[in-house]
């Protein structure tokens, strides 16, 4: 068995675990998009999808290597202060996407007609809660660096 899992990952790259989760993942993408593509609205949905590839390829992953790759410089080398950065930064970004229409006050009066509520509040609350997981994870890596710190010290 041994033998057989390292003659595949010689030809494919990676191990037996590997090829069967890509395997079954591509059994659901296809599976969702023949459910997808009996929907009378299919056309808009894989419009959509293709707008945001492309969006993703070619406007956000060349911003976000671009601010790592300046972090990288900033922090020189010390992995863990570029993760306590790179975490609470994705988090914003993400809750910036998903929120971004009641963030940037897009819809205003549709959003007002559905719900009754102001979309004031979006930009506060996420400045706020993007200030909270900056901190929090600020205090993580707090707690690391002086827990790790009795361990230099003992070793010296």
């Given at each position: 068995?041994?033998?057989?899992?390292?003659?595949?990952?010689?030809?494919?790259?990676?191990?037996?675990?590997?090829?069967?989760?890509?395997?079954?993942?591509?059994?659901?993408?296809?599976?969702?998009?023949?459910?997808?593509?009996?929907?009378?609205?299919?056309?808009?949905?894989?419009?959509w999808?293709?707008?945001?590839?492309?969006?993703?390829?070619?406007?956000l992953?060349?911003?976000?290597?671009?601010?790592?790759?300046?972090?990288?410089?900033?922090?020189?080398?010390?992995?863990?202060?570029?993760?306590?950065?790179?975490?609470?930064?994705?988090?914003?970004?993400?809750?910036?996407?998903?929120?971004?229409?009641?963030?940037?006050?897009?819809?205003?009066?549709?959003?007002?007609?559905?719900?009754?509520?102001?979309?004031?509040?979006?930009?506060?609350?996420?400045?706020?809660?993007?200030?909270?997981?900056?901190?929090?994870?600020?205090?993580?890596?707090?707690l690391?660096?002086?827990?790790?710190?009795?361990?230099?010290?003992?070793?010296?």
């Amino acid at each position: 068995m041994a033998e057989r899992a390292a003659r595949l990952r010689a030809r494919y790259g990676a191990g037996p675990w590997h090829l069967v989760l890509v395997t079954a993942a591509i059994v659901l993408a296809g599976w969702v998009a023949l459910r997808v593509a009996d929907e009378a609205t299919f056309g808009r949905m894989l419009l959509w999808f293709l707008g945001a590839v492309i969006a993703h390829d070619l406007v956000l992953f060349p911003v976000y290597a671009a601010v790592d790759r300046v972090l990288r410089t900033l922090v020189r080398g010390r992995v863990t202060l570029l993760n306590h950065l790179r975490v609470p930064a994705l988090g914003s970004a993400l809750l910036f996407v998903v929120y971004s229409p009641g963030i940037l006050r897009l819809g205003e009066t549709t959003h007002l007609a559905a719900t009754g509520q102001d979309q004031r509040p979006y930009l506060v609350r996420w400045l706020l809660l993007s200030a909270a997981l900056f901190l929090i994870s600020a205090l993580s890596w707090l707690l690391r660096r002086r827990q790790a710190a009795p361990k230099r010290s003992e070793s010296a």
